[in-house]
Every structure is written in C-alpha cells, then in structure tokens.
C-alpha cells in the first residue's frame, strides 16, 4: 500500500540554524501539507501546496517558514533561523485528485525536531 | 469560526468495554468534511474515516461505529468491546479548503 515517507526521522538543531525536513507523498497524489503538533498538544495546519504554489497558510507559517517541490518526488519544509518553540513533531500529508474539497489526507511518520 | 471540540482528554476503560468518544464541531459552511484519526504510541496519524456534511447515514466498520448529527454538530466514535491495541489519542478533524482542523484529541487508556 503506498504511503508517505519523512526523512529524517528525528532532527537535532541548534537555535538559529536552518533546517530541511523532507517528504515524499504518495506517488499520484496532487496536494501536499504540513502540519506540526508540538508535543502533548494538537495537530496544527501548517501549509497546503499545490501545482507548485500555496494554497493556503496558517498564521504559525511565517516568513521563517518555506515550502517547495524540488522535483517531481520530493515537498520539502525549510526552517529558517530555528527557535526553541520550534520543537515539535511535524507531518507531511498528501492527497489526491480532489484535494480541496476535503479529500482524506494521508499523513506521514513525521520528523521529532528538537531545537537546543 | 471552524473549531473542533473533544471535550474529554482521557478515558479509562477496562478491556471489552465499550468506549464513546464524543466530537463537537463548529463552522458556517454547508459542504465540508468530518475525520477521525488515530495517533498510537509510535506517534504516526492513522485514518479512520472520513464523512460529508450530506451523508448522516452512521456507519459502523467492524468494532468501530461512527454517528453523524448535524443537528448537534456531533459526529461521535464508538469502540465496541475495546482491546489494549485501541489504546491510543484519536483526533477528530474537521475539513474544508485546503486544510483540516484537529481537535485537542482524547487519550484512551484500555487495561487488561
């Protein structure tokens, strides 16, 4: 059964430093997201992508924040200048032809973040 | 405002109990969609199920039942005859757009 992977599976950074948290959706899916949920708490929408630009953003998802499909497997989440608020689990989820009619997002291991 | 309400942040059942999990959603739209998720220990999101906002029809898929009332805006989750592998956070979401909306979640502990 296709599904979604994340690499890697848990990223150590120091605050101020740029991170990469990669994903692959699955195979023939057109939408991709990410969401975090910071240890204990909910699971927050991050961003949606889709045809190689967002779709939609939260407010958590500032200009530290940016997203991109390098090639046709890949949808990466680059952090720029961490913080320690960063820290949290995020996931990457795709869906496919319908995508913004509430099509079912199929989520990702996820990445732990630490931030020291 | 589109909001996902579960009010209970952690049950305790004793195996082959049967558990309700209860889901309060909010929002103005008339087309959207209704999901539960299940985050077991290991930490990844798993899917359950997802409903339309014109499909109230209940649904039940082996153990697990689900019941949709626009009426109340409830869209609950019933596990029948729990077992120690339900133990776990569900997420109920609430989808519209491009993004679905997560409610706090209810751990559920099931003891042996």
């Known amino acids: 059964e296709p599904e979604v992977t994340q690499t890697p599976s848990h990223q150590v950074t120091q605050m101020g430093q740029e991170v990469i948290l990669r994903c692959v959706p699955i195979?023939?899916?057109?939408?991709f997201y990410w969401y975090r949920q910071i240890l204990g708490q909910k699971v927050e929408f991050l961003v949606s992508f889709y045809n190689n630009e967002i779709s939609e953003k939260s407010e958590i998802f500032d200009d530290q924040f940016s997203v991109e499909r390098p090639d046709g497997s890949n949808f990466t989440l680059k952090i720029r200048s961490t913080k320690l608020e960063d820290s949290a689990m995020y996931f990457c989820?795709?869906?496919?032809?319908?995508?913004?009619?509430?099509?079912?997002?199929?989520f990702g291991p996820g990445t732990r973040l630490t931030v020291l | 405002a589109q909001k996902v309400t579960q009010a209970q942040t952690e049950i305790s059942v004793v195996e082959k109990e049967d558990v309700t999990l209860d889901c309060v959603y909010e929002?103005?739209?008339?087309?959207?969609?209704l999901f539960w998720y299940k985050q077991p220990p290991s930490g990844e999101l798993v899917f359950l199920i997802r409903?339309?906002?014109?499909?109230?029809q209940n649904e039940i898929s082996g153990r697990y039942s689900w019941n949709f009332q626009k009426s109340t805006s409830s869209f609950n989750f019933t596990i029948t005859a729990s077992q120690v592998v339900d133990s776990a956070v569900y997420f109920c979401?609430?989808?519209?757009?491009?993004?679905?909306?997560f409610g706090a979640g209810t751990r559920l502990f099931v003891k042996a």
């Open positions: 989820a795709s869906s496919g032809l319908a995508g913004g009619l509430g099509d079912t997002q199929y």
């Open positions: 979401a609430l989808g519209r757009g491009f993004k679905t909306i």
């Open positions: 409903r339309n906002s014109f499909d109230e």
């Open positions: 929002t103005r739209d008339t087309t959207y969609y």
């Open positions: 195979s023939n899916h057109l939408y």
